[in-house]
């Protein structure tokens, strides 16, 4: 299997020339498992491998291996952002990664998060990330989060409308209220926390 892996992002990175690109490593939607040995080949040998999309779990080890190896200057520093809905962010940044670049109906929290803790107020980021847990939590469901972001999203403002491309699921009204007493414990949260999250800005604003 990693002679194979191998030679596909061998030929990926031939085909795409100068061209940098990411490596994501997320088995649960692929089925491939790469293991630390053959990211290690990848980044060693391929300079226009640039970042790896780090969303194995349980992986952690595998970022501290890669962090480890860059430390000991086996392989070039290279951007580790982690994904999966942000459920595993502080843990992931704990490690070595550089942030997240991941689906959430409040990536401006997941920004906050991350401003934090580079400003070295690890606690306080890692207060805020709890505010929001449930509602990270809940979004990860399989099959029914994206209809519960883009509810989510609606009820912000930011889209017009939730519907979910067919075959994907519709809430029901249990849904809406679960989300709606999510909503709520986050607010209350949040005051709890007292960190202000600045405004999410859309394109163009």
């Keep these: 299997m990693h002679v194979h892996l191998w030679e596909y992002f061998k030929q ?18 692929t089925g491939v498992q790469m293991s630390t040995a053959v990211i290690l080949r990848i980044l060693k040998a391929i300079p226009t491998c640039v970042m790896v999309k780090h969303e194995e779990f349980p992986g952690l080890a595998k970022l501290s291996a890669l962090r480890a190896a860059s430390e000991r200057g ?12 942000g459920l595993f962010l502080p843990e992931e940044l704990a490690r070595g990664a550089d942030g997240a670049m991941t689906g959430f109906a409040f990536p401006e929290a997941l920004v906050e998060v991350v401003k934090l803790w580079f400003a070295g107020k690890r606690d306080v980021a890692e207060d805020l990330f709890d505010a929001y847990l449930p509602v990270i939590r809940h979004e990860n469901q399989l099959g029914l989060g994206l209809a519960l972001r883009k509810e989510t999203l609606r009820r912000r403002g930011i889209i017009a ?10 809430l029901d009204a249990d849904d809406q209220a679960e989300l709606t007493h999510l909503l709520d414990r986050l607010e209350r949260a949040k005051r709890q926390v007292g960190v202000t999250v600045p405004p999410l800005r859309l394109a163009g604003e």
Excluded: C, K, M, Y
């Design 74 to 85: 086996e392989i070039d520093r290279v951007s580790i952002l982690g994904g999966n809905g």
């Design 12 to 29: 990926v990175a031939e085909t795409l020339g100068d061209i940098p690109f990411v490596l994501q490593d997320h088995p649960q939607s």
């Design 161 to 170: 409308s939730s519907r979910v491309r067919a075959p994907g699921p519709a």
